[in-house]
């Protein structure tokens, strides 16, 4: 097929702008976090130290490994999370029952193991190992820690939270979160992914995928932290309903053709489906109450980073973090780098062969997520990549999300009307 010179001027602009803004913004950002993460590597491996020192149950695991510290993920230039694993879960059941969306429980297989456990004083009467028990011991003795640790005069506490929290420097926060790695199994909240109709991932993938498994995290679960947020936005009062952007067909993108194009669509109809289901069921209120504390969130962290393996993803989510701290870091942080790396993901699926993600399509993989976001941020709903009936925006004000839609498509706008906006962005 012949193209006409002009188009592929464009495109060769385009590609051209792209790689430079690799090599200059996008490169400059990962050198400056590569930086920042060994500084607070130097020092949580301190205080972890101090920890195991007077509690041996807590055994430190972060260790680098070829250039990456092993459970240290970035969540923003200044955020961070360092994720310390135990051991000795055997004597427990997981059961995810979908009654709290994104956790599950720890439950005794048998009442006559208590004694066995490692972790027994964190055992509740109804047999349930509680991440909040854990949590609550493991900050006292971080708390400890800081008081003796090498770096005691750059780190502390930070104060009116129940997770473990440290802030360095002024600068920077890390938390520091106990979990158990679950290899070999999958969540049943998770089993309907894949989708049998899409063609990625392939099943090998998938395989590999569920293999490697999950993780369970002691913090507050996305229901709680939901609440929170809903409670401190009572306050401010109820806002307007979302002006017209000028997006082209925006509402549109959530039925977009083509294999796998509906998968976002689906996600958000399995979601309402389950909040109706759950607003139906009166008692599972009062269940959620009282297990809140002691479910551990699911994490699919490691998952995550499989599938994002080949092609030119992980560039193309490089350059979206980029983006996002330079012109999405808005107030109420309803963009966040987990939302664009799920929107990446539900991207792959309608993209599922390799050579649409090659280095010649990561402006047109960029547009298309940036314009599922716009789509997201006004209906303000987006799945959970694994567990469609968690909404990532749950808890964040409609006009954070607002004003985030009206900000990505002034962003999208630029992206696809001029070659080169790459040179200001």
Request: some cysteine; hydrophobic content about 40%.
């Amino acid at each position: 097929m012949l193209v006409p010179p002009d188009m592929m001027g464009a495109h060769s602009r385009m590609l051209y702008q792209v790689n430079k803004y690799v090599g200059e913004k996008v490169a400059s950002r990962q050198a400056t976090i590569a930086k920042t993460v060994r500084e607070v590597a130097k020092v949580v491996q301190d205080v972890l130290k101090e920890v195991e020192a007077q509690e041996p149950r807590f055994i430190s695991s972060l260790t680098e490994v070829n250039g990456h510290f092993e459970g240290l993920y970035v969540v923003s230039p200044t955020e961070f999370e360092v994720v310390l694993y135990l051991n000795q879960m055997g004597v427990f059941n997981f059961v995810d029952d979908g009654t709290l969306p994104g956790c599950a429980v720890l439950k005794l297989s048998d009442g006559r193991k208590r004694s066995m456990s490692l972790w027994v004083e964190f055992i509740t009467a109804s047999g349930y190992l509680s991440a909040r028990k854990i949590r609550s011991r493991f900050q006292t003795l971080v708390a400890q820690a800081c008081d003796k640790c090498a770096y005691r005069d750059m780190v502390k506490m930070v104060a009116d939270t129940t997770e473990v929290r440290l802030r360095l420097r002024e600068r920077y926060v890390v938390q520091i979160t106990p979990a158990f790695k679950c290899g070999g199994v999958w969540p049943r909240s998770s089993a309907a992914w894949p989708q049998p109709h899409i063609a990625w991932p392939s099943p090998h993938l998938v395989a590999e995928v569920k293999t490697e498994g999950f993780d369970l995290l002691s913090k507050e679960s996305p229901v709680l932290q939901a609440a929170k947020n809903n409670n401190n936005a009572a306050n401010s009062g109820s806002s307007s309903a979302l002006a017209a952007l000028g997006s082209p067909s925006s509402h549109l993108l959530l039925s977009g053709a083509g294999t796998g194009g509906n998968s976002v669509a689906a996600a958000v109809s399995q979601q309402m489906a389950a909040a109706a289901a759950a607003g139906g069921a009166g008692q599972s209120n009062t269940t959620s109450s009282t297990m809140e504390g002691d479910a551990w969130v699911i994490s699919f962290a490691e998952a995550e980073l499989r599938l994002l393996h080949g092609g030119y993803r992980r560039r193309c989510l490089s350059i979206l973090k980029t983006l996002r701290d330079r012109h999405l870091d808005l107030p109420g942080n309803p963009v966040t780098s987990y939302v664009l790396k799920t929107l990446l993901l539900y991207e792959c699926e309608k993209h599922p062969r390799e050579l649409e993600w090659d280095e010649s399509t990561i402006g047109d993989r960029i547009n298309g997520i940036l314009l599922q976001l716009i789509s997201c941020l006004q209906c303000r709903r987006c799945p959970h990549y694994f567990l469609p009936s968690l909404d990532l925006f749950k808890g964040k004000s409609p006009s954070s999300m607002e004003n985030a839609a009206k900000q990505c498509w002034r962003l999208t706008r630029e992206l696809l009307t001029n070659s080169r906006c790459f040179e200001k962005l």
